[in-house]
């Protein structure tokens, strides 16, 4: 069994910026410093957005992969793709999106970055993102535009299908949307290639987007698991691929 998630017990307060930055040294080198300090100062608009809305309190980022734009002396920063592991996340609990060791109602606020569109079923996810949120807590998430990614060519999935996915229980691997990626993502010359593979073996299942979505999509599903829009942008102006929501539990 995993260990418990508990804010209030976890020991990010000494997980600061520069013990994260010692850390990312150590194990990736000084090329590693550069991308950080890039990726950070890159993103100034996004730092202020969760000061706003999360200016105090426990969180939890969801999928937080090599870098992160959190509060770290007061973010549990997880991670749940196996590929990582702990050589390409800087994570520091690892767990899957829709299976998260934490006690109901313990975080003021989540964060999640490109992550939603990765899960076969966001239903599951976010009602279990919902179940450790505070009352009035938040989550703010960042998520890849249809129309200003490689997904430009994909149709956008339908409420419908999501929660059609969520009754019947859909879990990973699924392949539901593979044919779709390969056909409109993967180069056209790496499409009969990888058509020669079995599907549980697939290289592209770990990237796969199965979900595609413009700003009003997330909205709408949000407001359909009774979270409150504070706050929309469809081009976020420091990761112009995409949209950021911000919505709060009832």
């Known amino acids: 069994m995993k260990n418990l998630l508990i804010p209030t017990q976890h020991r990010y307060p000494q997980f600061g910026y520069p013990v994260y930055l010692r850390q990312l040294y150590r194990r990736y080198g000084l090329k590693s410093l550069y991308k950080q300090f890039r990726f950070n100062n890159r993103r100034p608009f996004s730092r202020s957005l969760i000061q706003q809305y999360a200016p105090?309190?426990?969180?939890?980022?969801?999928?937080?992969?090599?870098?992160?734009i959190a509060p770290l002396k007061r973010t549990i920063l997880t991670d749940g793709f196996s590929s990582h592991g702990n050589d390409d996340s800087i994570a520091t609990d690892f767990c899957k999106a829709d299976e998260i060791p934490a006690p109901d109602s313990s975080f003021e606020f989540i964060l999640s970055e490109h992550v939603l569109e990765h899960l076969c079923n966001p239903i599951r996810?976010?009602?279990?993102?919902?179940?450790?949120?505070?009352?009035?807590?938040?989550?703010?998430?960042?998520?890849?535009h249809k129309d200003r990614t490689f997904d430009?060519?994909?149709?956008?999935t339908k409420l419908a299908h999501l929660f059609e996915d969520y009754q019947k229980q859909v879990s990973d691997p699924d392949f539901?949307?593979?044919?779709?990626?390969?056909?409109?993502?993967?180069?056209?010359?790496?499409?009969?290639?990888?058509?020669?593979?079995?599907?549980?073996?697939?290289?592209?299942?770990?990237?796969?987007?199965?979900?595609?979505w413009i700003t009003d999509d997330i909205c709408e599903l949000l407001q359909a698991l009774d979270f409150k829009i504070l706050y929309r942008l469809d081009c976020c102006p420091d990761r112009q691929?995409?949209?950021?929501?911000?919505?709060?539990?009832?």
Do not use: C
Request: hydrophobic letters at 40%.
């Open 56 to 68: 105090s309190g426990f969180g939890i980022e969801i999928g937080v992969g090599f870098f992160t």
């Open 125 to 144: 996810a976010i009602e279990e993102w919902k179940r450790i949120l505070k009352p009035k807590g938040k989550i703010i998430i960042f998520l890849p």
């Open 152 to 156: 430009r060519n994909r149709q956008r």
């Open 176 to 212: 539901t949307h593979l044919d779709d990626w390969i056909t409109n993502v993967v180069k056209p010359g790496l499409a009969s290639h990888y058509a020669s593979i079995p599907e549980a073996k697939h290289p592209e299942l770990g990237s796969m987007h199965h979900h595609v």
């Open 241 to 250: 691929d995409s949209f950021v929501v911000v919505a709060e539990k009832a």
